[in-house]
């Protein structure tokens, strides 16, 4: 079975600060995608990195995907209220029958 | 152009009855996904359909099941519910099935589904 471990799973931090979110496995993943979810909706995309090594960035939020394709982690940089919410990392297994496997996700909140 | 539609929003149910839920697609999506969100176990997949056909499926229970229709919208049925059913599903839905990688999933909001 394969397993996306996300840390930490609580982050609660004051607004300008940055901050660091892991999603480690044992098993490697064909792409990786994070998302974001706010009480009430469902998890909105915010990237997706397919090579290993991969580095994106969007505004304050860099993304790195791990060289062997098994990791990855989710920086932000001076964090706003507005970042407040679940961080989810989530693998997908590949093939044309594959699907994606979740973490359990980061709560993050960022204090004003 | 309008997102992901699931009715209802909010449920609540007594273990041993049956329940459906239904989801609307984003326009011209012909592919539609189907999750399980709790506490304890995160998100997790349980079946995909595309042109009114299962094509994948996750390890839940037979008593979790669904449909398709030629309009794409789906449906999901859970039999003789369980105290463990309680959760929040989402339903996702993608122009074509395939590599996630290269077709975005987009998430309906959910039916919180409560099971007394």
């Known amino acids: 079975t394969q397993l996306l471990e996300q840390s930490p799973q609580f982050l609660s931090i004051q607004e300008g600060e940055n901050l660091t979110v892991y999603c480690n496995s044992s098993?490697?993943?064909?792409?990786l995608q994070w998302y974001r979810q706010e009480p009430g909706e469902g998890p909105v995309l915010l990237v997706t990195?397919?090579?290993?090594?991969e580095v994106k960035k969007l505004k304050r939020l860099t993304f790195q995907f791990g060289d062997a394709r098994k990791d990855s982690s989710l920086h932000i940089t001076a964090a706003q209220p507005g970042d407040t919410g679940l961080y989810l990392c989530?693998?997908?297994?590949?093939?044309?029958?594959?699907?994606?496997?979740f973490g359990k996700g980061t709560k993050l909140s960022v204090k004003p | 152009k309008a997102g992901v539609t699931q009715t209802p929003r909010y449920l609540i149910k007594t273990r041993g009855q049956q329940v459906t839920l239904s989801c609307s697609p984003i326009?011209?999506?012909?592919?539609v996904s189907w999750y399980q969100q709790t506490p304890g176990q995160g998100l997790q997949f349980l079946f995909e359909?595309?042109?009114?056909?299962?094509?994948n499926k996750g390890n839940f229970p037979g008593r979790f099941s669904g449909r398709q229709f030629s309009n794409s919208r789906s449906e999901m049925n859970v039999s003789t519910l369980e105290l463990g059913d309680s959760a929040l599903y989402l339903c996702?839905?993608?122009?074509?099935?395939?590599?996630?990688?290269?077709?975005?999933?987009?998430f309906g909001p959910g039916t919180r589904l409560t099971v007394l």
């Open positions: 996702a839905s993608s122009l074509v099935p395939g590599p996630i990688s290269y077709n975005e999933q987009f």
């Open positions: 098993s490697v993943f064909s792409s």
């Open positions: 990195v397919v090579t290993g090594g």
């Open positions: 989530a693998g997908f297994t590949g093939g044309s029958q594959g699907n994606l496997i």
């Open positions: 326009s011209g999506h012909r592919s």
């Open positions: 359909y595309f042109s009114e056909t299962q094509r």
